[in-house]
Every structure is written in C-alpha cells, then in structure tokens.
C-alpha cells in the first residue's frame, strides 16, 4: 500500500488560530509537553498532534493521514497501519505480530498477560519496560471488560465496578489483546466489539488528571476517570484509537526499542467514523 490518498485533504496545523475544530487536521509540535499535548486536543478538538522531533516523524504523519482517510484498514491491521503505514496489508500484519490473545472472561487476565510478559522476557527486555509494558497490557485488557461493554458512546459513564457481576464477561465477540514490533518500536493494544470509546470524554478525563491532579480526578467514580490512560500515557511514545461507533475499537500504544521513559515524546491519534 503506497501512502494514502487524502479526501478530504488533511491540513497540517502549526497555528491553531487557522484550525476549524470540524476539519480533520494534524498537529505538528516540536517538543511540546505532554499537558499542553492533551490541553490543545481538548481545547481545540484537533485529535491528531505528532511531534517532529523525532524518529518516528514521518511514519506518524502517515498514520494520521491514514486513520483519517481509512479508518476501516486501520482497525483491522493496526500493526502495519503503525509501523508501516507505507505497506499496511494482511501480510505485513502477520510479519509484525509476535502475540495475539483472545478472551471473554476477566479470570482469562493472568493467561493474557503472561503470554505478553514471555514474549518481552524473549525479546531480552529489561525488567523495568517489561513492567510498565504489563501495566499497558493490564490497563487495556480492563477497559475491554470493564468498560467497553457497559458504556454508551454518548453518555460520559465510568464503566462498572471490577466486582460487578455482570462487568466480568463479555456478551459480544470475544477482545483480543495483541502484541508487535519491528526494530524500531514496540506495539501494544487491544480490540473489542462495542466501539463505545468516546475521545471527547476520554480527552477530558485525561486532561483533568494533569491540570487538576490525580487525586482530584480519582475521586470522580468508581473507574474510568482517566487514571489508567493517563498512567499510559506516562509510559508510551504515542496513543492510538479508532473507533467504529457501535462496532469496534482498537486501541494501541507504542514504545521505542531500547528508549527510556523521560526519553518518550507524547504524540495522539484519534479517529471515530467519519458519519459520527
């Protein structure tokens, strides 16, 4: 797959006094502060801000463009539309996935994660990524049960209380959690079948956790006010999910190869239907 054609034309936005928050857009940042990231994504509703200084620069760009213009390919080879978005296929899927795990149950964690946690131990990680990297997976795989499933796209609700009941089993297809790389980066995500992730909500919960502290946001609800994202977002290069409403989400993050934390530059992707 050669890089995507764009319709309608995706404006790179370096002034946000040019952006009309409508219009799909991508801004571009130099060193910008994770804060200031998630503050412009909310303030300003631009969903897609890449940082240019980095390796990655270029790649990230694509994955924008992609996501804008074909989210459909991006949820079903999240992998490739990442780490190859030049050649995004069936093929370069399976080339670049090391782990994929399915589940229905939250008694199926410990089984996810230790399929994730072996493959990184083979990979010769040190210790503490391939915590942070569990911690990820951890996060996602609660979202899937947790949240997903008893959420509405519309409303701002907090999921359910990991006791609950009903919060323990999906009722729909069966989430996955899947893992990947190349040379360069690192992918975790996670896929379910509700599409219910909304990323005005999500923004704002996240916003909330750096202007107004953790503890502040903590005492929201019972779950979902952000913490877990946030808690990602600490730990990795860049965020993605594209939604399609009702339907699916997928959800990943990235992380160089060999790169520590305070090394990291935050960049979003956030794409929903383009009808939503």
């Known amino acids: 797959m050669n890089k995507p054609n ?27 502060p994770v804060q200031t990231i998630i503050e412009i994504a909310v303030d300003h509703q631009l969903w897609h801000m890449v940082q240019s200084a980095q390796n990655f620069y270029e790649d990230e760009i694509m994955t924008s463009e992609l996501m804008i213009s074909d989210l459909k390919m991006f949820v079903q080879y999240p992998l490739s539309s990442i780490l190859a978005p030049q050649m ?6 399976s080339e670049l996935l090391a782990v994929s795990q399915s589940f229905t149950m939250a008694s199926e964690k410990g089984k996810v994660l230790q399929a994730i946690e072996t493959q990184l131990w083979a990979w010769k990680k040190r ?6 990297a569990i911690m990820v997976a951890d996060e996602l795989f609660t979202n899937a049960i ?18 609950h009941e009903n919060g323990n089993t999906l009722s729909l297809m069966p ?28 923004l704002k919960r996240l916003k909330a956790c750096y202007t107004e502290g953790t503890n502040v946001a903590m005492n929201w609800s ?11 977002f600490r730990s990795a290069l860049a965020y993605y999910a594209g939604i399609e409403q009702g339907k699916r989400t997928v959800v990943a993050c990235s992380f160089a190869q060999g790169a520590r934390r305070s090394e990291n530059v935050r960049n979003i992707h956030f794409s929903i239907d383009r009808d939503t």
Not at 12 to 29: E, F, M, R
Not at 184 to 199: A, F, H, K, V
Not at 222 to 232: N, Q, R, S
């Open 6 to 32: 764009i319709i309608p034309k995706i404006d790179i936005v370096n002034d946000l006094s040019t952006h009309t928050p409508a219009i799909p857009a991508i801004g571009v940042y130099t060193n910008v």
């Open 88 to 93: 995004v296929s069936a093929k370069k899927e």
């Open 127 to 132: 210790g503490s990524f391939v915590q942070e």
């Open 146 to 163: 947790y949240n997903a499933p008893h959420v509405s796209f519309a409303e701002n609700g907090p999921g359910v209380a990991r006791t």
């Open 175 to 202: 989430a996955r959690l899947f893992l990947g790389a190349d040379s360069s980066r690192i992918i975790i995500g996670s896929e379910d079948s509700y599409g219910t992730l909304n990323p005005c909500h999500l």
């Open 222 to 232: 019972v779950g979902g006010a952000g913490l877990g994202t946030y808690m990602i």
